[in-house]
């Protein structure tokens, strides 16, 4: 088994939330803050509000993607939301693409969020894809605002196989004005093992980085174009190649994301 990659992946799920006690120790903030803006409610998303009653907290997103890979445009959507309060929530995400006839794509997650350290929450629950294949995992992991308030959050996932695997991703909002914002994001995916049925080998399976330009007609309220690149690696990569699928992709999408 290939331990290497979800060694560093626990790393970081163990230490992240003790290095992030204060997350801007030693920067210098010099991000513009906005009327309305998004970082206050990130940091009250984060920890569940300050008053200690229920809370409900929810993002949707609607998109359609353009990508050279692919025989015509895919649907994909996704919604993130939590209800709970200062320490401990009920974080619910959902995501799926649907693209030439088909859905694609589609997982489902319920996981306990505990706030252990200033805008940090350590998560535990189930995930589960129906789509491309269906398959139910225990989840791990850490979700939280690092320094220079990159979003973060680290999963392991325990497949119901045994499969061991684990995803990382961080964004960022830089404001250009006080309605047009700038996010880059980031995003890996590790697996200890190879998985034949689902075309991964071991080590680094997948990757992407864009770049998401939004305009906030009103904070719950943002259409908005995307761009990113995609790519396999390693032994995945190998098998895309021997499957006659390519092994990267420059995707172009717009959207829409709601806020209630």
Request: glycine content about 10%.
């Amino acid at each position: 088994m290939h331990t290497k990659p979800i060694l560093a992946a626990l790393l970081l799920l163990s230490t992240t939330p003790a290095f992030a006690q204060d997350p801007h120790a030693g920067h210098v903030m010099t991000a513009p803050v906005p009327a309305e803006d998004s970082s206050s409610d990130s940091k009250e998303a984060m920890t569940g509000g300050g008053h200690g009653h229920n809370q409900l907290f929810h993002a949707f997103r609607l998109e359609t993607d353009y990508g050279a890979g692919t025989e015509g445009p895919v649907a994909s959507w996704g919604f993130d939301g939590w209800i709970g309060g200062d320490y401990n929530k009920l974080a619910l995400k959902i995501e799926g693409e649907h693209g030439e006839g088909k859905l694609e794509q589609a997982e489902f997650w319920a996981l306990y969020s505990r706030n252990v350290a200033p805008f940090w929450d350590l998560q535990a629950g189930i995930r589960h894809d129906t789509q491309p294949q269906s398959t139910t995992y225990f989840v791990f992991g850490t979700e939280g605002l690092a320094p220079y308030f990159f979003e973060t959050e680290a999963h392991l996932f325990l497949s119901e196989d045994g499969d061991l695997s684990a995803r990382i991703s961080q964004e960022n909002d830089f404001l250009i004005t006080q309605r047009l914002i700038l996010q880059p994001y980031a995003e890996i995916e590790l697996s200890a093992q190879d998985i034949p049925e689902k075309s991964i080998g071991a080590g680094l399976t997948h990757g992407e980085i864009g770049l998401q330009t939004r305009y906030e007609i009103t904070r719950k309220f943002a259409p908005y174009v995307d761009f990113r690149y995609e790519r396999k690696f390693g032994e995945t990569s190998s098998i895309a190649k021997d499957e006659g699928e390519d092994n990267d992709d420059f995707i172009a999408a717009v959207g829409l994301r709601l806020m209630f």
